[in-house]
């Protein structure tokens, strides 16, 4: 039995992840092969941490994450501020520790950066993803595709930039792999709009609605045609931790680490166009060449 520990408590993911591992065997959303033991508050209302503990049987809490490390297997690391990720991962990926970052990874590509670095030099296998990357809606217009290649990408959802407009720019990546070449971003007061363009001339376009209460979906597009999809089903995050604990069973993460530090560089590529007028900006601009990134990962 692989035992987890949560970081940071706030997040409604944690309701929900901790209901995948922590449930009855007869709960659809239950996953065996591993438990959440512990958790650890990071200036958490107590009335939080002890609704959790009740409703999911966890005894142990703890409010610095480098005490957890010693006691689990894994990690999850929860919070909202994507600011403070590196900080609440570290001892987890020192200490060789699978762990899952939620979204957003971080807010800076340097963050990024030193969280993989850590990683791969005390194997310890990394992900982090939006839960949309896996779910069904986008499995199944994927599967519909077959094997035409995506060309352009049209997708919208609510939110703002870095919290929401990752789910964006996973599925992207998701869809399309890596190579984003320039972004740029004209953005409103109720809305980013942001275009994308890979090196091989491939596009997209993501739209974030800041006030919209909507689901997430888009349009895929091929040489042949296209596909829609809208995300409804919250399944995606049984999805998401079936990859967890396959990442946690075998050490091998399921996103190329390349990637994960291309979906944050999309965003902060947005964030300096918006405040230069829209200029498209060249992910080159803000971070080493894709190849030279992480000399390590081998």
Not at 11 to 29: G, K, L, M, Q, Y
Not at 82 to 105: N, T
Not at 211 to 234: I, M, Q, R, Y
Request: charged share 20%.
């Amino acid at each position: 039995m692989i035992k987890i520990g949560v970081v940071s408590l706030e997040s409604t993911h944690v309701d929900a992840f901790c209901r995948i591992f922590n449930s009855e065997s007869s709960d659809p959303w239950n996953l065996e092969g591993a438990q959440i033991v512990a958790l650890c508050s990071q200036d958490n209302a107590p009335e939080r941490v002890m609704e959790l503990q009740e409703t999911h049987n966890i005894e142990t809490v703890l409010t610095e994450p480098r005490d957890m490390a010693a006691m689990v297997d894994a990690a999850l690391i929860l919070g909202r501020d994507g600011g403070r990720h590196l900080v609440q991962a570290a001892p987890f990926l020192e200490a060789g520790r699978a762990c899952f970052v939620d979204k957003p990874f971080a807010h800076t590509v340097d963050d990024c950066t030193e969280m993989v670095n850590l990683a791969v030099d005390n194997g310890a296998p990394l992900m982090s993803a939006s839960g949309l990357r896996y779910s069904d809606e986008l499995s199944a217009a994927m599967a519909e595709i077959g094997d035409d290649e995506v060309i352009h990408a049209s997708l919208i959802g609510p939110g703002e930039l870095y919290f929401y407009g990752i789910h964006l720019t996973d599925v992207v990546n998701a869809v399309m792999g890596g190579g984003v070449q320039c972004v740029s971003n004209v953005a409103e007061v109720g809305f980013d709009l942001l275009n994308l363009s890979f090196g091989d001339g491939r596009s997209a376009s993501l739209q974030l609605l800041r006030e919209a209460k909507a689901n997430h979906h888009g349009e895929l597009f091929t040489g042949s045609g296209s596909v829609a999809f809208a995300v409804k089903d919250k399944l995606f995050y049984r999805r998401t931790m079936e990859q967890f604990l396959a990442m946690a069973e075998t050490g091998e993460s399921p996103i190329m680490y390349e990637d994960l530090i291309e979906s944050v560089a999309v965003l902060v590529a947005a964030e300096i166009s918006a405040a230069q007028g829209g200029r498209a900006v060249r992910l080159a601009e803000i971070r080493p060449q894709r190849e030279q990134m992480v000399p390590s990962l081998s």
